[in-house]
């Protein structure tokens, strides 16, 4: 666990090594009455009572007849969103890289260009206005999938965990909770005819030598004196991709995750050539390669699966992985239609992310994922309304570490999103439909209030700990942008 909670007020470096932000007080007893709220296992419900001490919710009670003292929350409330995929600084590419033709790989190459110019202090800013963006979106709580680790050419900081403990100054300042998931990445890629490829240019800055070393450096944010700083945020791991830890590599990364008890995160088959290559070089498939080195287990995470067969489908389900689908980047990078009804069908939990941020939307992620399976099979009605919101909430925040967040429930964080249902998006819809008429009708702007961990960090559509996100993310993005 790593971090500053939400609301607290890290120092002005909050990556400078050794500091320790402090812990903010815990939040007062509150009470709230939700017009409409969704509830686990009832669906949407009718004037429910919701109380939490602190930042846990005590009591909740559908068709309360008092309400006293008792803030009112106009629309349908939801629990906290998690963002269960994200790159923070390709927030950067959005609108840059839609201009002509390219690819994936080009796009890649986009993205290098940013990577080689942020310092810890201008990830710290970028990040911010990012994580802003997504509270300001109902997102409670995100898991960022970290691999710029180093200075250019590959040299350590003195703090070599100043880029991560920049990102979690960063999540704390805009009121999220956090799920730090270190990313190892020893190789620039799988080649058919020359094997694994060197680190070379900007990804120099991702590698720490070897998985052993990676493990010694990821370490130093769960243990020591200056490890675990705060309930607020968690500590992850993650393999890259089969491109970018070779086979030989991956077993310290599990050990690491079973030492720790963390989460453990892959990108898998987000695209054919990934596929081709593993089997060239490897004579598998990526999945059969995870599978083979114990990366896969139900605290694993594998993000995209887009490109899976059915024997990969499979070993995914028997081994009870979460699958993360981001339908929004995959359309933006023409990645393909992953094969969500089949892995859930499977015994994957889905869950979802925002990945490069084409857009900040967890609503549009969610019935992206019905909207590509009616693409796929040309027919309607893959997943409930309910389905979806789970890959939101609940799974989403369990994929991360979190099982006690993303339902509204006693004993579960605080956590409580509140969208509009008179907006020109969601006006006129029925009461019984209220959760339909937000999954495949609402949007980020419909968002108007947001606790998490019982503090409010929107309100009425205002973030209320960054005055102005949309000024924080045009200066910051302009100064690594290029």
Do not use: K
Request: with cysteine.
């Amino acid at each position: 666990m790593i971090g500053a909670g939400p609301g607290g007020r890290p120092p002005q470096s909050p990556h400078t090594e050794g500091s320790r932000p402090p812990s903010p007080p815990a939040p007062p007893a509150r009470r709230w009455h939700a017009e409409l709220a969704w509830l686990p296992g009832q669906g949407v419900r009718r004037d429910v009572l919701i109380e939490a001490d602190g930042e846990r919710f005590t009591a909740v009670t559908p068709g309360a007849q008092e309400m006293w003292a008792a803030e009112t929350l106009r629309g349908l409330t939801l629990p906290g969103f998690a963002n269960a995929h994200s790159h923070a600084f390709h927030r950067a590419l959005r609108g840059g890289t839609q201009a002509g033709h390219g690819t994936f790989w080009t796009w890649r190459e986009r993205m290098y260009g940013v990577a080689e110019r942020l310092d810890p202090d201008g990830y710290h800013r970028l990040a911010r206005a990012v994580y802003a963006e997504m509270a300001l979106a109902g997102v409670s709580c995100v898991g960022e999938f970290h691999y710029l680790h180093h200075a250019q050419g590959g040299h350590r900081y003195a703090d070599p965990n100043a880029m991560g403990r920049a990102l979690v100054a960063a999540a704390a300042e805009a009121g999220l909770r956090i799920t730090l998931l270190d990313a190892c990445y020893l190789t620039g890629g799988l080649d058919p005819a020359r094997g694994l490829l060197p680190l070379a240019g900007p990804q120099l800055r991702f590698g720490d030598g070897d998985a052993l070393r990676w493990a010694e450096r990821a370490a130093g944010l769960v243990s020591g004196e200056h490890g675990m700083i705060s309930a607020h945020a968690r500590a992850g791991a993650a393999v890259h991709s089969v491109r970018a830890v070779p086979r030989g590599q991956m077993h310290p990364v599990v050990a690491w995750a079973h030492r720790f008890g963390a989460p453990l995160h892959a990108h898998l088959s987000e695209q054919q050539a990934e596929n081709e290559e593993a089997r060239a070089v490897y004579g598998v498939s990526p999945t059969r390669l995870l599978y083979e080195t114990d990366v896969l287990g139900p605290r694993t995470t594998v993000v995209h699966a887009t490109h899976v067969d059915p024997a990969d489908i499979d070993m995914l389900g028997g081994c009870q992985v979460f699958a993360c689908l981001c339908p929004t980047t995959e359309r933006d990078l023409g990645d393909g239609l992953a094969p969500a009804q089949t892995l859930a069908a499977a015994g994957c939990p889905l869950t979802l992310g925002s990945d490069s941020h084409a857009v900040i939307d967890m609503l549009e992620e969610a019935r992206g994922v019905e909207y590509a399976e009616r693409l796929a099979r040309r027919a309607r009605g893959h997943f409930t309304a309910d389905a979806l919101l789970r890959a939101a909430t609940v799974a989403g925040h369990a994929s991360l570490g979190w099982p006690d967040a993303g339902e509204i429930m006693p004993g579960a964080w605080a956590d409580l999103v509140t969208v509009s249902l008179d907006s020109v998006r969601t006006a006129g819809a029925a009461e019984g439909l209220a959760a339909e008429a937000v999954v495949f009708g609402a949007t980020s702007a419909d968002v108007r209030h947001v606790v998490i961990g019982g503090r409010d960090v929107v309100r009425d559509g205002a973030h209320l700990l960054v005055n102005d996100v949309p000024a924080e993310l045009s200066a910051s993005i302009r100064s690594v942008a290029g």
